[in-house]
């Protein structure tokens, strides 16, 4: 059984920093691209970042030189790591996961930006 588990999302004052994680279980995580995406009230869900089996990331305009996505493929994790958060950041956090036609997802995190 697939299961992808996000941690990490919470309240943080605008300009402040967390680190999501997500570890997923039951795929050959190190041959998947690994993703972020978010989801706020009222908008449609929205491609943050990606990391591909070889290390190439991509980002969100919105998100570049703050957020930073990095993988462990030895302890088959991935994260993200957001800084000089925006309340415009303020959304549910969701990991995918993709390789070919398989595409899991996580339950996702909230995170919270606000003073």
């Known amino acids: 059984q697939v299961r992808l588990v996000e941690s990490g999302g919470g309240l943080v004052q605008p300009g402040g920093s967390l680190r999501l994680s997500c570890a997923p279980s039951?795929?050959?995580?190190?041959?998947?691209?690994m993703a972020w995406y978010r989801q706020a009230p009222g908008k449609q869900r929205e491609l943050v970042a990606t990391?591909?089996?070889?290390?190439?990331?991509n980002y969100a305009d919105s998100v570049k030189a703050r957020f930073t996505i990095a993988r462990d493929n030895a302890k088959n994790t991935v994260s993200l790591q957001m800084n000089s958060l925006k309340p415009e950041d303020t959304a549910v956090y969701y990991c995918?996961?993709?390789?070919?036609?398989?595409?899991?997802w996580g339950q996702g995190t909230q995170v919270t930006v606000s003073s």
């Open positions: 995918n996961a993709k390789l070919f036609t398989n595409n899991f």
């Open positions: 039951g795929i050959g995580f190190k041959y998947y691209t």
């Open positions: 990391i591909s089996s070889g290390g190439e990331t």
